[in-house]
């Protein structure tokens, strides 16, 4: 009898041979197994799909996790501060002539308004009346008035003293002297300090934009 046989059974229950009986493995283990090879596939088969899609459309994905595509050069709004200065070529004060004009019915106010610019450097020519054109029909501070080629030379720089006077050319006028017309609600030239400040403002270099560079 062998060792393995239980005590009290022989025959047919009797074992022989020195090896144990084999269990079978449940089938549950093998079909976990077998699913989770299967999902780990199709997952390896999708990353691939998408790898494939990226390639043959030229990066469309990374456009729209909002990375730029242009990368040329862009010019900055605001300029940088090692930008190059382009200078701004107008006249100064003496060489522009000034005819100051009264339109109101306030007497003298010609002469002040004259010797005013003149201490602020202007060079004056008449002194007087407005013309018919003009007199008692200003109802504005004052009208700026020059010759076509004074709309951005001696205009602007006038209008740093009078800031709230119209601009007007005249076509067929002659000459590069600008008339001062007084108007009616006209009290005084813009105070010394703050047409100062205007006036270096107006004649300071511009900014010359510099174009911004992308990194891709």
Known sequence: MSMLTPPGMGGQYRITGDKYPRMRRRRGRRLAVVAVACVAALGLIGWGTLQLIDVFTGGDKASAAGTPEDCSPKTNASPSPSAPMTPVALPAPGQITVNVLNATTRAGLAKKTADELKKR???????GNASK???????ATGILLGPTTALKTSLPVLGTQLTTAERRTDAARKGAEVDLIIGD????LTPKADA???LTKLTAPAPTPTASKKTC
Do not use: N
Not at 121 to 127: H, L, M, N, Q, S
Not at 133 to 139: E, P, R
């Open 185 to 188: 609600a006209f009290k005084t």
């Open 133 to 139: 054109q003009y007199d008692k029909k200003v109802k």
């Open 121 to 127: 450097g202007f060079r004056i020519g008449e002194v």
């Open 196 to 198: 100062a400040k205007a």
